[in-house]
């Protein structure tokens, strides 16, 4: 018997999961202190200090199990979202949400359809539940191409993904497009609209999702408090959308998937709008400086709706990161989303930024 003989076939199609490369990883391989991380699209500001209070307090409970249900989170969320509690799924950041998507509504031989470049989980879901993943190149603006998507939809159509904005490249599509996209798909199919960067855009076309979710439209919206609310590393997110819809994936979900900790700290994080406030101006100040600097120093880059910016340094990528590596900052390539030219490079602090384009600068002489 060979050891693959123990699993289910379709886990030897994934590939682990590569992150970002950690500040410690290089710290070890360098020996340089003095790192910046840029590479994973966190929000260098932290967490509302509220957040963090309430989170330390939690921890003298933490001898007991969570509320598998959220309670309080969910009903804090419903009030600020302005839906019902039974519209809402808690998980282990977006992340376990797109597996629970893919557990709850894939059978083997089902297709999903979604951008590329763009969050690759979606796929990762479809290859575990034996299922066809149609990758549709972006258009020419760094947009889902939409009806070249749906040209792919078939009767096997189950999810149909839509990154907005998207990563790598913070390209974002307007309501009106995605409404061609609910009104285009067939009943069977659910749409996902990835919002994990949504706080974010100040696009004023931007989408209506939630609005759609009332509608009992067949919609999935997923967002998440690692990006604006920087609780990355305590990992919530959510989805919302029609109870019907909400209660097929309750079915798949684990017992107490979103650790008692994390939940506190997501509760006081919605009742802290200077959080939003305030990283919605540094990401404001990113934006003007590093697109004013890009452009002194003639570098290719798509305006970005979220906290990153996909940019074109016209070498090759690895080699750029490697020695904006040594210089102690971490990006990370586009390589891996099959553009060997690119950058995507998250917005820090004002200093951060600075020492960011200083290091551009110094690699590419
Ligand atoms: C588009 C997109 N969706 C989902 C996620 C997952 O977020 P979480 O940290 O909530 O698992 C990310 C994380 O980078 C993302 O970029």
Same mark, same amino acid.
């Given at each position: ?30 020996? +340089? ?232 700290? !997501?509760? !006081? ?14 990401? !404001? ?44 900052? +971490? ?35």
């Amino acid at each position: 018997m060979k050891n693959t003989d123990l699993c289910r076939k379709t886990i030897l199609d994934l590939i682990p999961y590569v992150p970002g490369k950690p500040i410690e990883e290089v710290k070890r391989e360098l020996g +340089i202190d003095d790192i910046i991380k840029l590479a994973s699209n966190e929000n260098p500001l932290g967490p509302s200090p509220k957040a963090l209070a309430a989170m330390k307090d939690a921890l003298d409970n933490i001898a007991l199990y969570p509320e598998g249900s959220c309670h309080d989170l969910r009903n804090e969320l419903a009030k600020f979202l302005g839906v019902g509690t039974d519209n809402l799924i808690f998980g282990c950041g977006a992340d376990e949400i797109i597996h629970f998507l893919g557990i709850a509504f894939l059978e083997d031989g089902d297709e999903i359809i979604q951008g590329y470049p763009s969050f690759m989980q979606y796929k990762a879901a479809s290859t575990l539940m034996g299922c066809k993943t149609h990758l549709v190149p972006l258009n020419d603006k760094w947009e889902h191409d939409i009806d070249a998507m749906l040209e792919k939809v078939n009767d096997k159509t189950k999810l149909f993904f839509v990154t907005n904005p998207n990563n790598p490249t913070g390209t974002l599509l307007d309501s009106s497009v995605i409404e061609k996209v609910l009104k285009a798909l067939p009943e069977r199919c659910i749409l996902v609209l990835d919002e994990a960067y949504f706080e974010f855009a100040d696009d004023p076309g931007y989408t209506k999702s939630i609005e759609w979710v009332k509608e009992d439209k067949n919609v999935f919206v997923m967002r998440t408090f690692s990006k604006v609310y920087a609780l990355a590393g305590i990992r919530v997110g959510y989805g919302i959308a029609s109870k019907r819809i909400i209660d097929l994936i309750e079915r798949v979900r684990g017992p107490f998937n979103v650790n008692s900790v994390a939940q506190v700290g !997501a509760v !006081a994080s919605l009742r802290d709008p200077e959080q939003l406030r305030r990283s919605r101006e540094q990401i !404001a100040r990113s934006k003007a400086y590093i697109y004013k600097a890009l452009e002194e120093m003639g570098i290719e880059y798509t305006p970005t709706q979220a906290n990153f910016i996909w940019i074109n340094v016209k070498k090759n990528c690895r080699e750029v990161f490697r020695d904006l590596m040594k210089l102690g900052v +971490i990006v990370r390539t586009g390589d891996i989303f099959g553009h060997p030219t690119y950058l995507r490079v998250t917005f820090g602090t004002d200093e951060q930024n600075e020492r960011f384009i200083k290091s551009l600068k110094e690699v590419l002489k």
